[in-house]
């Protein structure tokens, strides 16, 4: 074999390496969060019609379930309770995947209440009422994507 075909051969390869590895660290594959020592099986909500839906109409949620909004860049996201039938605990991260603010006990007879940080976030994770007092949750906690 030639020295061109080796060098070319080898960027395809090193090219689908790449590929493979980027697209399990896509945001839209993550599977279970571990925050406090606990895991929970996320929905994703990375899409605005997604986001704008949330958890809304479901009836209930599992103590190890959540959905977890990936958002495109850091920013200030506002939280409600529209059209929710269940109470909720909002936890916000930011780029580092550390806690920067917690709302315990969101409740949807509080509407239109809206929540946010104030510092920026880039995921916002929301489980079952009661999940961050029961578990001692705290700001600057790290939480771990597994995809």
Known sequence: MNKKFLKSFSIVIIFFILIIYFSQKNPANIKIVTIAGQSIVVDIADTPQSQERGLSFRNNLAENEGMLFVFNLPGEYYFWMKDMNFPIDIIWLDSDRKVVYIKKDARPELFPESYAPELDAKY????????????????GDEVLFTY
């Open 124 to 139: 916002v994770l929301e489980v079952v009422s009661g999940f961050s007092d029961k578990n001692n949750l705290k700001i």
